[in-house]
């Protein structure tokens, strides 16, 4: 009987809601006849059996890597660059989701004056994201990462035209950024991120890293800002 319960909340709960079910132990410890008493009692256990399940899930994701994720880029950082508590970021220069999130970011910063946000760039939408993505790194190599990151989110597009202008207008030394990338300096950063991302299950920008938590797309700033509170408190 109790397979037949369990392949019922998978069509009920989805596949989560089953796993949530084996893993907290109730399938085993509900007798089949006292199974539908329990759930019509206390509807909400196999909701947060399901959430306990995904949050020990990213959890895991997140711990093994959590160093490394946590380590900027040298430069590429906004915020307090010895914050105690970290907000990592994935952008792409291209994806305006995270050009609207900008004023998001300004504000958690204020906000949290022990905020550290290390930016993560993840150029999955265009060749023109990883032409952004390769000159940002160089922008953070010459101190000028802030710079850089407003200027090209600000411009029309990424052409090779707006991406200099956008290094030019933040002060960089654009002859200088050009040569470490023609040398491949920052392939390598930029392979490190797509790893990061790939075992965090990151598909998309924007994302964001805080404590324990993994948070997709512009989730707003009243979300990251509990995740930032939640991960001060830990």
């Not at 796993?19 to 206390?42: K, P, V, Y």
């Not at 760039?121 to 990151?149: C, N, T, W």
């Not at 600000?154 to 090779?160: C, D, G, N």
């Not at 989730?219 to 930032?228: F, L, W």
């Amino acid at each position: 009987m109790r397979p037949f319960v369990t392949a019922l909340i998978a069509l009920v709960a989805g596949f989560a809601g089953a796993a949530a079910w084996d893993f907290s132990g109730l399938g085993a410890r509900l007798g089949t006849d006292s199974t539908r008493a329990a759930l019509m009692a206390d509807p909400e256990m196999l909701r947060d059996a399901s959430l306990e399940l995904q949050r020990r899930d990213t959890v895991a994701r997140i711990e093994p890597i959590r160093s490394e994720l946590e380590t900027p880029f040298p430069g590429a950082v906004l915020g307090n660059p010895n914050g105690s508590v970290t907000l990592v970021e994935f952008t792409d220069y291209a994806c305006g989701y995270c050009r609207a999130s900008l004023p998001d970011v300004a504000n958690l910063i204020e906000a949290n004056p022990d905020l550290r946000v290390v930016i993560r760039e993840y150029p999955i939408l265009s060749a023109g994201s990883v032409d952004a993505a390769r000159m940002a790194l160089a922008a953070a190599e010459q101190g000028k990462f802030a710079e850089f990151h407003q200027a090209m989110f600000a411009a029309e597009s990424l052409s090779a035209a707006n991406i200099e202008a956008a290094a030019r207008a933040s002060g960089m030394d654009v002859d200088r950024a050009q040569r470490a990338i023609d040398m491949g300096m920052f392939d390598a950063q930029m392979e490190n991120n797509v790893f990061l991302a790939r075992n965090l299950g990151v598909s998309g920008t924007p994302a964001w890293v805080v404590g324990d938590q993994v948070l997709s797309g512009a989730v707003g700033p009243d979300v990251i800002g509990a995740a930032i509170a939640e991960a001060r408190d830990s």
